[in-house]
């Protein structure tokens, strides 16, 4: 974990209280990096501004290939 990935947990900790530190900080590494994150637990990062998040069981949430 670097120093931008730090502040970026810290920050989103204070917004996001009633969230697990676990899920802050994976939201906080994929925000850093610019990310996809692909998880089946969406409902713990919905609330996360600017976090683009990818369900790979619901068909619907994929992306098309062309």
């Known amino acids: 974990m670097d120093e931008l ?7 989103l900790r204070r917004l996001h209280r009633r969230k697990r530190p676990d899920a802050i900080i994976i939201a906080a590494t994929a ?15 919905r609330a996360i501004a600017g ?8 068909a619907a949430s994929l992306p098309t290939l062309t």
């Open 5 to 11: 990935v730090v502040q970026e947990t810290i920050r």
């Open 31 to 45: 925000l850093v990096h610019r990310l996809t994150l692909i998880t089946r637990n969406v409902a713990d990062f």
């Open 51 to 58: 976090l683009t998040v990818l369900d790979p069981h619901d």
